[in-house]
């Protein structure tokens, strides 16, 4: 069943009915101020940091789902709507919701009166801008009153939803004409505050929520919106909102519109009163006349607009397949973007007040937005790199206003540290940018311990081999890509974080995974030392590397698959030998990845078995069987019902692993086959059973074993949306970036005969058709570019702006 369709011309998703199986929500601000937005006007706002400058209060878990937002109210004699049905629910005569790339616009009618709510963040600027326009579409003149309401934050969200005692006496406003000023903390440490404008005259207003709802009243049918007006209240404490009213007289035909916006603004310390606490309102009015007309609006509209264009036409494919043309074109390069945004902080499973910036989770983000934004991976890259330890271990996490490794969580999750060498590898194929190597980037951000970036990556690279165990395999430490294999914790305590309980480092368990990765990226390692001609260095890496895979082959294979790991006892996980969790999905990914057993017969093996015991309809588990109770040498894993997250979930994350591994061993039909399983496009008829946003990737598909198989959870925030781009545009499509060229090694279905790609690489813009006349699912025949044939696969670099490229497999 499906809730709307995509319209791809437009670059939307359009909701038609609003009862989706969960909201449904957009990500609004490509810069500093963010709003998440539902379908219905649900959601939030905040500033950099979802915890520390939450602008407007959501609570999570509540019921009804979904009531805090950005709604506005209709009051059409004593019928009460909102455009986006919630929270009235009153039924309406149309409802529709377009997310497009950075705006929203949700547009309802009732009794021909249509009034629609256009959304964007513009490029730049702090501020969430919200037209509203109201349409008489009735043969006779109508009067209308018109409320908008927000409830702000009073800043910090964890302290906003524990500390009553206090806050319940905190709470200040200013109202200066139609302009609500949220102004709590500001006369002491804040040098912030928020103003909630109309830019037209307004009739009434509240700040105080227990005047604009009724202290027993609720969302669905506020007090003042019944009274048809607000009553001007100035909010003391208790609960600070805004609230507009505005009464329409319409004409038969009449069109009005009002631009209501949320500003943030930071004042100097010096300048922040203009009298006794009488703040600055300077920087707020500055802000809000660059956006007080309908001109304004639209100019900054289409510069989002262009912002968007620019950014996805940097990769544009064009296929006989729409699902896939739009996951490249749009919706998996959009959401590529939204994690580098957002990393894990906040989304509608991701309450913004837990956990910063991942380290690993960044570094892999980035393998999907790096083409579109170069120079901000460049930096992400450094501020990563400076949260390194000293030892080459990494903090696991880090806060983004402060940019500082978090020392609660602290280090020792030991594939963290590769992951730096994999994301600086994949920097410098896109841009060629060789300098970066030599920024000189702190350790533990400490500007005294700094050393170049390639020193970053030696100690990255050194750190596995610092730390292996009995099998000289990785030491797994907290646990590595799998936060929920821990090996080294034996929780008994109920509410104890499986994370950081137990010995960050066991001399005993090994990881398998880490093995793989090690060799994947360690070759990556050698091929840039050798670039810098240092090549005794790159000899021992490879050395290193090749040592690795052997000890993969004697002790980390099974029989028919890769092992999972050894555990505190030194006993197998992931082995036949055991009765549950018998085969994993992640190091069969990454060693086939790595190619490892590719020429000995392993890989295939691993993929088959990967075929007949861990795929389903909907994808692949991440193991079998699952687990049924709870082990204490194991962790979190056997914490979850089986079927769900890492225990036998579908984890989007690591299919494309197995996809990428199926293009290594030049499987064209069985990879897309597989990409298909968890794509989001191709789920979308059966959105009742997948339940997230057709357009975006979950992180977790509930598995076989569990009750709700197919169903998924925590969409959009998840390392899934740069790996299924990166193995459709790379894997199957075949644009490599390399070092000295595109090069182009497709793996497609043997069905497919022909397909375009538009890839801005390096300054030029490529202008590639592949083709396909012997149905081949690998193997590049002949390159011919500009007209010339080259030799092998690798398009050399040029300084033009276009070049034409035809390629025959
Ligand atoms: C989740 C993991 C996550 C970890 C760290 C666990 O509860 O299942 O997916 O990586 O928490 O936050
Ligand atoms: C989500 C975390 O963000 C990620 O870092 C981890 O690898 C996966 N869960 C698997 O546990």
């Not at 309102?281 to 309908?294: G, H, S, V």
Request: hydrophobic fraction near 35%; include cysteine.
């Amino acid at each position: 069943m499906q809730y709307g369709h995509f319209d791809d011309k437009n670059r939307e998703y359009v909701i038609t009915d609003w009862e989706t199986p969960l909201p449904w929500i957009n990500y609004l601000g490509s810069d500093d101020f963010f709003t998440l937005l539902s379908n219905t006007a649900g959601g939030y706002a905040f500033y950099k940091d979802a915890r520390l400058r939450r602008i407007t209060r959501y609570r999570y878990n509540n019921l009804p789902l979904d009531q805090d937002g950005f709604h506005i109210y209709i009051k059409d004699n004593k019928t009460v709507w909102n455009p986006g049905c919630r929270p009235c629910g009153t039924k309406l005569d149309s409802y529709e919701c377009r997310h497009g790339m950075g705006y929203s616009v949700i547009t309802g009618s009732r009794n021909r009166i249509e009034v629609s709510q256009e959304f964007y963040v513009p490029k730049n600027d702090n501020i969430l801008l919200m037209r509203v326009t109201v349409k008489n579409k009735d043969k006779k003149d109508r009067n209308i009153d018109l409320f908008s309401f927000v409830e702000f934050c009073l800043w910090d969200a964890q302290d906003d939803t524990t500390n009553f005692q206090r806050n319940y006496s905190t709470g200040e406003v200013e109202v200066e004409g139609s302009v609500i000023y949220h102004k709590t903390e500001y006369r002491e440490r804040r040098n912030h505050y928020a103003a909630f404008f109309a830019n037209r005259k307004v009739d009434s207003f509240d700040t105080s929520r227990d005047a604009f709802m009724g202290v027993y009243g609720t969302p669905a049918s506020p007090l003042a919106v019944s009274n048809g007006k607000c009553s001007d209240s100035i909010a003391h404490g208790w609960q600070p909102v805004g609230a507009h009213h505005i009464h329409l007289d319409l004409k038969a035909g009449e069109t009005y519109d009002v631009i209501f916006g949320l500003a943030y603004v930071e004042v100097p310390e010096r300048k922040k009163f203009i009298a006794p606490s009488v703040i600055n309102k300077e920087p707020a009015r500055k802000l809000i006349q660059k956006y007080d007309t309908n001109e304004k609006f639209d100019a900054g509209f289409k510069k989002l607009h262009s912002f968007w264009d620019r950014l996805l036409s940097r990769f544009e494919v064009s296929t006989s397949n729409d699902k896939v043309n739009r996951m490249v074109n749009i919706w998996n390069a959009y959401q590529c973007m939204v994690t580098f945004n957002m990393s894990r902080s906040a989304s509608y499973y991701e309450s913004g007040i837990g956990r910063g910036m991942g380290f690993r989770d960044s570094c892999q983000d980035l393998l999907g937005f790096v083409h579109m934004i170069p120079e901000r991976a460049r930096q992400r890259i450094l501020d990563i790199a400076a949260t390194q330890k000293e030892d080459g271990g990494a903090y696991h996490q880090y806060q983004p206003l402060t940019k500082k490794g978090n020392s609660d969580i602290g280090g020792g999750f030991n594939d963290d540290p590769l992951w730096l060498i994999a994301c600086t590898d994949a920097y410098i194929r896109e841009t060629g940018d060789w300098d970066i190597l030599k920024e000189k980037v702190d350790f533990d951000n400490k500007p005294e311990l700094a050393d170049t970036l390639l020193e970053h990556l030696r100690r990255s690279f050194n750190y596995t081999l610092n730390n292996l165990g009995p099998h000289k395999l990785p030491l797994i430490g907290r646990a590595d890509w799998n936060d929920c294999m821990n090996l080294n914790c034996f929780s008994k305590h109920p509410g104890e974080s499986f994370q950081i309980t137990g010995p960050s480092e066991g001399p005993v368990a090994e990881s398998v995974f880490i093995a793989g990765m090690f060799v994947k990226y360690g070759k990556a390692y050698a091929q840039l030392l050798r670039h810098l001609e240092k090549n005794d260095e790159a000899k021992k890496a490879d050395k290193a590397v090749k040592e690795m895979e052997k000890a993969v082959l004697k002790d980390g294979w099974d029989g028919s698959w890769f092992l999972r790991a050894y555990d505190a006892f030194g006993k197998k996980v992931g082995s036949h030998y055991n009765t549950e969790g018998q085969i994993f999905i992640e190091p069969q990914g990454m060693c086939v990845m790595a190619g490892i057993g590719t020429e000995t017969g392993e890989a295939q093996k691993a993929l088959d078995s990967v075929q007949e015991r861990l795929e389903t309809k909907y994808g692949i588990v991440l193991l079998n069987p699952a687990y049924t109770t709870y082990k204490l040498n194991l962790g979190e894993i056997s914490s979850y019902p089986p079927g769900y997250k890492e225990n036998a979930g579908i984890f989007c994350h690591n299919n494309p692993w197995i996809i990428f591994a199926e293009t290594v061993m030049g499987h064209g039909d069985r990879a897309f086959e597989l990409y298909k399983k968890t794509c989001p496009t191709f789920l979308e008829e059966i959105s009742e059973i997948h339940r997230t946003e057709p357009y975006v990737y979950c992180q977790m598909v509930a598995g076989k074993d569990a009750p709700t198989f197919g169903e998924g959870k925590n969409s959009w925030l998840t390392g899934t949306a740069a790996w299924t781009f990166t193995v459709l545009t790379q894997g199957i499509l075949g644009i490599q970036p390399d070092y000295n060229g595109l090069r182009i090694d497709p793996c497609i279905p043997k069905k497919v005969k022909e397909y375009t790609v538009n890839r801005l690489f390096r300054g030029t813009m490529y202008h590639i058709v592949i083709r396909n006349p012997h149905k081949a699912e690998k193997g590049v025949k002949e390159l011919i570019v500009d007209g010339q044939h080259v030799d092998g696969n690798v398009i050399p670099l040029v300084s033009k702006k276009n070049v034409n490229v035809e390629v025959i497999m």
